[in-house]
């Protein structure tokens, strides 16, 4: 009933940007924080970036000053805009959403949803 797809990731070379999207679509009555996550080959998940249904964003330290979260609340959709990229950033990233749903004039949540992963490379 809700599904989130990640759009954006791919090989880039150190110093290069990329931009990365994910969009929810389904039964969405609203949607709270959206984040980004990222997973590197034996590490675990780790947040890279928040932002709240009011725009407040929270940033890892490693990615401070580099990567710019922002939202399209109209589009239920998130964005992760990657600067200055090393190749310590390559990893599978994640969306992640806090969506309240309704189905059969009910609601629920809220309830977190996964994006299914985008891998960024950053490599010479």
């Known amino acids: 009933q809700v599904q989130l797809v990640e759009s954006g990731g791919g090989l880039v070379q150190p110093g290069g940007s990329l931009r990365l999207s994910c969009a929810a679509s389904?039964?969405?009555?609203?949607?709270?924080?959206m984040g980004w996550y990222r997973q590197a080959p034996g590490k675990e998940r780790e947040l890279v970036a928040s932002i709240t249904s009011g725009g407040i964003t929270n940033y890892a330290d490693s990615v401070k000053g580099r990567f710019t979260i922002a939202r399209d609340n109209a589009k239920n959709t998130v964005y992760l805009l990657m600067n200055s990229l090393k190749p310590e950033d390559t990893a599978v990233y994640y969306c992640n959403v806090e969506i309240h749903r309704y189905s059969g004039g009910n609601y629920y949540g809220p309830a977190p949803y996964w994006g299914q992963g985008t891998q960024v490379t950053v490599s010479s």
């Open positions: 389904g039964n969405i009555f609203s949607t709270n924080a």
